[in-house]
């Protein structure tokens, strides 16, 4: 019988980490003289306090939600794919190729062509590691991460050797058609209070539907029970007839494509056009967010709603709080992974000899 119920581990875990980070910034913010209350209550209030607030915070949460379910696929087959910033990257390129390069009659078409770009580029670019630890046994965490700045580099030449547009001295793409612009909140809930700026729009539903589908994958699917049975134990998934090659190639194909499907949401959805550095770090958050969250979409779309809220609220507070300053907010996120994260068997260890004790007791 295990040590403690799953709500604890799923559930239970997660809010003490988080509380604990919390209070710990808390405690860095009274360090630099502001009140932590009072931060915290910006922070709220910026963050879903207001239709504005969270057409940002559910925008944010939309690129959280696909890097965090691409780590959560691949934990299941107990590979550490970081490479979702290069990934999401050339699901970027995917994007904008997509939509130049085909006269789109309805905004819903070009959507499911670039769900298809974004997917295909972001894949493809994890293919390379993946049959790299397959066949040749190279560490995927090294491979993933060098593919990163490879990425970076090579959406910087396109941008500006191919993709440019003549005369333009910035590297990025022509904007996209206008059949292809997504509808966003305003367009589809104005009474909703949402103003035609808000970037939030609807690959939001896309990430929410992404999640059922890792869901139903993961745990309703022959091929979603080997990849957990390959990360359980590789030596008895191998006797159990399960081929290695094949699971690490998949694993990290899916995980690539959801990467570069997070560009649907930023490159289509809100920039409407390829720019430099399309990613901006969610690549990275995304791996807080499948710890966070235990690489379950339900946990995985929590997560990634809290992150987006500390990237809104964070944005408000230095706003309305300047002695707090961007550097003071990186420290915060960096405290809310920590603890959920690297620190979690801090928590975990006592958490479980609780339950144990109580069950002797029982």
Not at 30 to 56: C, D, K, Q, T
Request: glycine share 10%; hydrophobic share 55%; aromatic share 10%.
């Amino acid at each position: 019988m295990d040590k403690m119920p799953r709500w604890a581990d799923v559930a239970l875990i997660p809010f003490i980490n988080l509380l604990l980070a919390l209070v710990v910034s808390g405690l860095v913010v009274l360090y630099i003289g502001e009140s932590p209350l009072e931060a915290m209550a910006i922070m709220v209030r910026g963050s879903v306090g207001s239709a504005y607030g969270w057409g940002y915070t559910l925008y944010y949460a939309t690129n959280f939600i696909f890097t965090g379910l691409a780590v959560a696929v691949a934990f299941h087959a107990r590979m550490f794919n970081i490479g979702g910033e290069g990934q999401a990257a050339l699901g970027g390129l995917g994007v904008a190729v997509v939509c130049l390069s085909i006269p789109w009659p309805h905004w819903s078409l070009a959507l499911l062509g670039a769900i298809a770009g974004a997917a295909a580029f972001g894949a493809a670019w994890a293919a390379i590691p993946a049959y790299l630890q397959a066949k040749r046994g190279s560490h995927i965490v090294i491979t993933t991460i060098m593919f990163n700045f490879i990425a970076s580099a090579l959406l910087v030449y396109l941008l500006v050797n191919v993709f440019r547009v003549p005369g333009s001295m910035a590297p990025e793409t022509a904007r996209f058609a206008e059949a292809t612009h997504l509808p966003n909140a305003y367009d589809i809930a104005p009474w909703l209070g949402f103003s035609r700026s808000t970037p939030l729009n609807v690959s939001f539903v896309v990430a929410l539907l992404a999640c059922v589908g890792v869901w139903l994958l993961i745990w309703k699917t022959r091929l979603g029970y080997e990849i957990r049975a390959y990360g359980h134990s590789q030596s008895a998934a191998v006797y159990a007839g399960i081929n290695p090659v094949r699971i690490i190639m998949i694993s990290m194909l899916i995980s690539g494509g959801l990467s570069g499907m997070m560009a649907i949401n930023g490159v289509m959805g809100e920039a409407e056009r390829l720019v430099i550095d399309p990613v901006q770090g969610a690549g990275f958050v995304g791996i807080a967010v499948a710890l966070m969250g235990r690489s379950h979409p339900i946990g995985v779309f929590l997560a990634a709603l809290l992150f987006g809220m500390l990237y809104q609220g964070g944005a408000e507070l230095e706003f309305e709080m300047p002695a707090v300053s961007r550097e003071m907010l990186l420290v915060i996120q960096a405290l809310v992974i920590l603890f959920t994260g690297a620190l979690d068997n801090m928590v975990r260890a006592p958490v479980e000899r609780l339950f144990l004790a109580m069950r002797k007791g029982s």
